[in-house]
């Protein structure tokens, strides 16, 4: 635990974080990184949500060497928790990506890479050493393209692909359209950069690659990759978040065993946006390693449940046949072990990273991991637990609205 001359005097929570990060990002990436979706409710909940769960600790229980690690994807995590996949880290500081994949490797935390990375996977693979890092993934419509990133992976030594399946259109964040929110000349796709459609005027391209089991698509520049009206709009030209991230032909049939086929046996296929036990159990019937109950920071469907509220229902279904991680409003050490005690094998965290990178870069991004780490090993003496496994729902209760407290 860090003992009284090893703290930044200016910045010891996640709230002074996120303050100091404020005043460091220009109002377009302050509002990408921090907004929700319509009226941000769902973004809302998911931090204030962990309040409604109290700690119930238990004493005298010889807590002199507390074991707060515990292993993923092969390698031994100091926490269980990890960084998650948020993209265009360059917006909040020059050292983007390449400062999160170093500070979770010094940290000993798993690290998600966006698909819409500014810098490249293989950047952040060399970055991230023997440290276990997992490439998100968008299937785009060209599947071509997610091949070659699959194969790019692979090689880099990626431990899994997380399938990010909640973003069939891109939720409707309001900021980003009144900012008419762009990557500046200065960044790009790391990914994509050179991975350009090349597209005759007058091409349909939805008669190309996998094109007869599309549906018909209307050529067209996306509007921002929102949903326009009835009409299906076809991306096309340069690989970009707001024309290919958004995909709302996936289905479980098709697309999962497809890339079941591209990823296994080098990586491992998870998805991330489970939000329900009957999509949680149709994970399992389709045999894909682990899910992630997410609903993208509360940046997809406004008026979802908060993900904390959400997982009880998904670890039931599961019933451990394999492993459920949590991401959204983790905010706190006590938030970790309140969502290991609902169930969750693991946890994520987003934005705390995005400001983390935004006061000091790689330092703050380290900074941030200490903070959570010190409040969760704090978290786990002071509520009697010394391993992981021993956290469980004996340790919470639940408060309602008026008050009244009831176990678990
Ligand atoms: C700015 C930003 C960008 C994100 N980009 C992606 C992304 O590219 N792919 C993805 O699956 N999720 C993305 N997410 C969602 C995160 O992976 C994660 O689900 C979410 O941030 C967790 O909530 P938290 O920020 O409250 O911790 C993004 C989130 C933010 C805030
Ligand atoms: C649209 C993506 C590239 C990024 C994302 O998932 C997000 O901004 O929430």
Aim: aromatic share 6%; proline share 4%.
């Amino acid at each position: 635990m860090a003992g009284q001359g090893e703290h930044d005097l200016n910045c010891l929570t996640i709230e002074e974080l996120e303050n100091h990060a404020h005043g460091m990002m220009d109002k377009q990436t302050r509002d990408y990184y921090n907004e929700g979706s319509d009226s941000n409710s769902t973004l809302r909940e998911n931090t204030t949500a962990y309040n409604k769960y109290r700690i119930r600790p238990r004493v005298l229980r010889d807590v002199s060497k507390v074991d707060s690690t515990m292993d993923v994807f092969g390698h031994k995590n100091n926490i269980p928790m990890g960084v998650a996949p948020t993209a265009m880290q360059a917006l909040a500081h020059s050292d983007g990506e390449l400062g999160t994949a170093r500070a979770c490797k010094k940290a000993k935390v798993a690290m998600g890479l966006s698909s819409f990375s500014t810098k490249t996977l293989e950047e952040v693979a060399e970055a991230s050493g023997d440290n276990p890092h997992v490439l998100q993934l968008y299937l785009f419509e060209e599947r071509e393209h997610s091949r070659k990133l699959i194969q790019r992976a692979k090689k880099a030594g990626f431990k899994a692909v997380f399938l990010t399946v909640d973003t069939p259109f891109l939720g409707r964040r309001n900021g980003e359209i009144r900012n008419q929110f762009k990557l500046p000349p200065h960044l790009k796709v790391g990914n994509f950069a050179e991975d350009q459609i090349p597209m005759p005027e007058g091409e349909n391209r939805s008669s190309e690659a996998q094109g007869k089991s599309r549906p018909k698509l209307e050529r067209k520049q996306s509007q921002a990759g929102y949903q326009d009206g009835d009409k299906r709009v076809l991306p096309q030209g340069p690989i970009t978040f707001h024309t290919h991230a958004a995909n709302p032909t996936l289905s479980w049939e098709r697309d999962i065993e497809w890339l079941k086929q591209e990823c296994l046996p080098e990586m491992e296929v998870w998805l991330k946006g489970i939000a329900t036990a009957e999509d949680a159990l149709l994970a399992v019937h389709h045999g894909v390693s682990g899910i992630v109950v997410s609903n993208h920071g509360g940046r997809q469907l406004n008026g979802a449940l908060a993900t904390i509220d959400a997982l009880p229902e998904v670890v039931e279904a599961v019933q451990g046949k394999i492993p459920v991680h949590v991401d959204g409003g983790i905010r706190h050490g006590t938030d970790v072990f309140k969502a290991l005690a609902l169930g969750a094998d693991f946890c994520w965290v987003g934005r705390p990273a995005l400001w983390g990178l935004a006061y000091k870069g790689q330092a703050g991004v380290e900074l941030m991991l200490k903070l959570l780490s010190d409040e969760f090993k704090l978290c786990m003496s002071l509520a009697g637990t010394v391993k992981v496994e021993d956290i469980s729902k004996e340790y919470l209760v639940k408060m309602d609205n008026s008050g009244f407290v009831s176990r678990l």
